[in-house]
């Protein structure tokens, strides 16, 4: 990069990943940056992300966004975690709740006095014990931190959103903290002859926008780090198979459930995302076992509710960019690679990679130690993010189809090799400490998938076999008298944030 200090940044390309870019750097670097964003109209956006992870809260408290104001806004709704059908078998379901089950107790994991339990006979799985699929499972919802008075935690939630919307409401907030809108399509980028750094990028009509740094929110072309600086791609379509989808809308569900669901299909799976307003689904495949027509008659045969309109296909490789920040410019979003979005990580994707690249933000000057501590984190998370998908394709027990046969099947990486070994043995989690998915979550995807853990940890032996009884039928009965005086999640939206 140049010496001169960075005054003007550009974000080339608008949709989710534009404006969270948008929106985050005119908030906490708005005083020191001019920041322009340029999009088409005539340049349609993926729209992926309608579901969300908790990690989309902080966010929204850094831009000071109000919660029940913003749902209003996108038609939102509440999720507790995502419900997976026939994924480690046929028949077989479980949510991958957002929350811990039961209450660990002498720092020792709930789940392990659970599988000392059910080493002796008892009948309950681990999600009997959950606060969340309680609630869940009578679709209901309200904020709640604590369980009562005792350490058990409340209702860990995130969101279910329109994506467009949640963009328009974003350009808002950004255009009303100073950031230039220019709408107009890419034809040229210019490069400093000596440094390699992009120094403008030229629109249909000759109109030329110039900018110190560049954040490039193409979307799968990558017009500026892929196309531009010709960085290259990493392909793990090995692991995960899937290259395509066709999403729809239909009418929204009866009862408003609070939760997303993703129900494995013969070369696939489907995802049901309830919104106020409809309901989003979508199809994600891999086409090397299926047609797209069939695929197609494989959604709307799949729909709760009547379709809004006709499929439409997305094609995509799973991967990731070799470097995400190169020179002068950085990747936001599908630009920077595409996790499919089984577990819904790609706005957290987008958040994370904003909020890593705003604490390692260059003044101006040799930026190589803020650049290579960017691609080293950002390729990290993608990786253990990527881990904890393969595990829902690996773990199976399904042979009824050409492309459960290959996922079962298949040769995966070691670090997913390990953790299945080392649960299998005795229920413990080889966890990265910086990973995303907390163990909660590692234990939920291996049981509901089907690995049944050997043994369990001898620290759950500390207590008498009634006491562990009593234990866990008075975490049930916590759980129980919690739940039962919460609304509706309808009635939850209609109270604090129905839309108009």
């Known amino acids: 990069m140049s010496e001169s200090a960075i005054e003007k940044l550009v974000i080339v390309g608008g949709g989710t990943a534009g404006w969270i870019t948008a929106a985050a750097f005119s908030r906490l670097l708005g005083r020191t940056l001019k920041i322009e964003l340029v999009e088409s109209d005539a340049i349609g956006t993926v729209g992926v992300g309608e579901a969300t992870i908790p990690q989309i809260i902080r966010l929204n408290g850094i831009l000071g966004l109000d919660e029940y104001d913003f749902l209003k806004h996108t038609h939102g709704t509440f999720k507790l975690g995502i419900e997976f059908v026939d994924w480690g078998r046929l028949g077989s379901s479980y949510l991958h709740t957002f929350g811990d089950a039961g209450l660990n107790l002498a720092g020792v994991p ?18 009997h014990y959950s606060l969340h699929r309680h609630a869940a499972d009578q679709a209901k919802f309200a904020k709640l931190d604590r369980v009562g008075n005792t350490a058990m935690t409340g209702l860990a939630y995130a969101y279910h ?12 907030y950004a255009e009303q ?12 980028v210019q490069r400093d002859g000596e440094s390699g750094d992009i120094k403008s990028i030229t629109l249909e009509g000759e109109r030329e926008v110039s900018g110190d740094f560049f954040i490039d929110c193409t979307g799968f072309r990558a017009l500026l780090l892929g196309d531009e600086l010709g960085i290259g791609y990493k392909d793990w379509s090995k692991w995960l198979p899937c290259n395509s989808a066709q999403a729809v809308p239909s009418e929204r569900l009866e009862t408003l459930v609070p939760y997303t ?3 494995a299909k013969k070369a696939g799976w489907q995802w049901r995302i309830p919104l106020q307003h409809r309901t989003g689904n979508g199809h994600v495949y891999c086409s090397d076992f299926i047609s797209d027509d ?7 045969a799949g729909l709760d509710t009547k379709a809004m309109a006709d499929p ?5 490789t799973t991967g990731r960019r070799e470097r995400f920040w190169s020179n002068n410019c950085a990747a936001i979003g ?13 706005i957290h994707l987008i958040q994370a990679h904003v909020n890593r690249l705003i604490q390692l933000f260059p003044r101006g000057g040799d930026s190589s130690a803020e650049r290579d501590e960017y691609n080293l984190r950002c390729a990290a998370e993608f990786e253990q993010i990527r881990d904890f998908l393969i595990l829902h394709y690996k773990q199976t027990e399904r042979d009824d189809s050409d492309f459960w046969d290959y996922c079962r099947n298949m040769d995966v990486p070691d670090s997913v090799t390990h953790k299945q070994e080392l649960f299998a043995s005795s229920g413990r989690v080889g966890r990265d400490v910086d990973d995303l998915f907390r163990e909660a979550s590692w234990v939920q995807v291996m049981l509901g998938q089907g690995i049944t853990p050997q043994s369990h940890d001898p620290m759950a032996d500390g207590m008498t076999e009634a006491q562990l009884t009593e234990f866990l039928g008075n975490v049930r009965t916590l759980i129980e008298k919690s739940v039962a005086p919460l609304p509706t999640h309808e009635q939850f939206i209609g109270q604090h944030c129905a839309s108009t």
């Open 177 to 188: 903290r100073g950031v230039t809108r220019t709408e107009g399509i890419v034809t040229s």
């Open 312 to 316: 439409r296909p997305i094609r995509f």
């Open 261 to 263: 669901r993703a129900t």
């Open 294 to 300: 069939e695929a197609g008659e494989v959604l709307l």
């Open 334 to 346: 599908l630009s920077s690679g595409f996790l499919e979005p089984l577990e819904s990580t790609s």
């Open 110 to 127: 709930f789940h392990q006095y659970w599988k000392r339990a059910a080493a002796s006979g008892h009948s309950h799985d681990l999600w």
């Open 161 to 172: 959103f329109d994506a467009g919307l949640y963009a328009r409401y974003l350009r808002a």
